[in-house]
């Protein structure tokens, strides 16, 4: 069976897609947000998560709404449970 995802990976993945969408390194990224490169570098691996207001510094050095972080989440936690749902066959 799949191993269901931390909420915490989903988050640093995401963070991490964007960033790299963004074309800006760890090291920018953590300066923008006014963290170490060893806390970022957590957030994306999901060994940590922001605040809520570190959040928002992220999405705004990212350019991005904060809720748009947020609903990654949603979408991911959905799409889980509606492949779990398949595969009960209900």
Do not use: N, Y
Not at 5 to 23: F, H, Q, S, T, Y
Not at 29 to 54: F, H, V, Y
Not at 64 to 86: F, G, Y
């Amino acid at each position: 069976m799949k191993q269901v995802r931390k909420p915490a990976d989903i988050l640093g993945a995401e963070i991490k897609r964007r960033r790299a969408l963004a074309a800006l390194t760890q090291t920018e990224m953590a300066e923008r947000c006014g963290i170490t490169c060893a806390g970022w570098s957590m957030w994306e691996t999901g060994r940590g998560s922001p605040t809520i207001a570190r959040l928002v510094a992220v999405a705004r050095a990212l350019g991005i709404q904060p809720s748009t972080l947020v609903r990654c989440l949603d979408s991911k936690r959905t799409a889980h449970m509606d492949e779990q749902r398949k595969r009960k066959g209900k």
